[in-house]
């Protein structure tokens, strides 16, 4: 348990190094003024997307995820991930359910005995009953989900580009 939080460290010190490498203010000189150039939009993303896997990363640590799933960085092989027991929902978000267990729920697909595909549900915490669960556990619990999708938001849009990047290159058909 102790290497994998020491990985995490390290892996959130690499991250946060690449990103002040890629930081794009540049200061101007001029006689006693200094001027910073706005960052590109996609800098502006790199930020916030980086501000984001720093606090799932808190957020895994804090919700003892790391116990069901020791790597931070496997978290995002799942296709998917909900909640039991608090609705994320616009009617009702936030709302605990009672009589309940509240738990995050992974889900990952694998195939069956006969090699299809089907939806497998992996608990990465369980919490206890929704009316014995504190607020401030109840809102770290949705956070992390949240911000769980929104990374997996950001890897959607930069396979997306990756893909759309790829239409600039020629072409080729062999004969």
Request: net charge neutral; no cysteine; charged share 35%.
């Amino acid at each position: 348990m102790v290497g994998s939080i020491d990985r995490i460290k390290e892996l959130t010190q690499r991250i946060d190094e690449k990103i002040a490498l890629k930081q794009n203010f540049k200061r101007i000189d001029r006689g006693n003024t200094q001027k910073h150039e706005q960052p590109s939009p996609k800098d502006h993303i790199k930020t916030i997307r980086h501000g984001n896997i720093k606090k799932v990363n808190d957020l895994y640590i804090k919700l003892n995820i790391y116990e069901k799933s020791p790597d931070f960085g496997e978290i995002f092989i799942y296709k998917a991930m909900n909640l039991s027991g608090i609705g994320l929902k616009d009617e009702d978000f936030g709302d605990v359910r009672d009589g309940k267990y509240i738990q995050i729920i992974a889900i990952t697909y694998e195939p069956d005995k006969n090699g299809k595909k089907k939806a497998k549900n992996v608990s990465l915490g369980y919490f206890g009953k929704a009316q014995t669960l504190e607020p401030e556990l109840k809102n770290d619990i949705i956070e992390f989900v949240l911000r769980w999708r929104y990374e997996k938001a950001f890897q959607t849009l930069e396979h997306y580009e990756e893909l759309i990047e790829r239409l600039d290159e020629p072409i080729t058909i062999e004969l």
